[in-house]
């Protein structure tokens, strides 16, 4: 497991933006894909985007049609931190945002593949 700190949440109106950070003291940090999911009450929890780790087949992200084209996951090794850019924020957008890892040997997208998770930080966007 690699330990893991969210920040960057806050509060923002519809078509604002937010970046939030995932930070690592982890030395296997850049191995690590490193994924974010959100929760709101009473739903389950959603991934959103993920960024693979350091590896031979380069850098590559995936996200979830509801924030592609909005969202840009990226990572700075040098930092062991990755960064979650929110745009064009939209209501529906509203959850506590969790950063999570998973081990260089995984692949899947649900939170079940990822052993390692942060605290979590609220985003709350107004219409």
């Known amino acids: 497991q690699v330990p893991l700190v969210e920040s960057g949440g806050g509060s923002v109106q519809a078509g604002g933006s937010l970046r939030l950070s995932c930070a690592s003291s982890?030395?296997?940090?850049?191995?690590?894909?490193i994924g974010w999911f959100r929760q709101t009450p009473g739903k389950l929890r959603e991934f959103v985007a993920v960024?693979?780790?350091?590896?031979?087949?380069?850098?590559?992200?995936t996200y979830a049609d509801s924030v592609q084209g909005r969202f840009t996951i990226s990572r700075d090794n040098a930092k062991n931190t990755v960064y979650l850019q929110m745009n064009s924020l939209k209501p529906e957008d509203t959850a506590v945002y969790y950063c999570a890892g998973r081990p260089a040997y995984g692949s899947g997208l649900t939170g079940d593949d990822f052993n390692s998770w942060g605290q979590g930080t609220q985003v709350t966007v107004s219409s």
């Open positions: 960024i693979n780790g350091r590896g031979g087949r380069g850098i590559f992200a």
């Open positions: 982890g030395r296997t940090f850049s191995s690590y894909a």
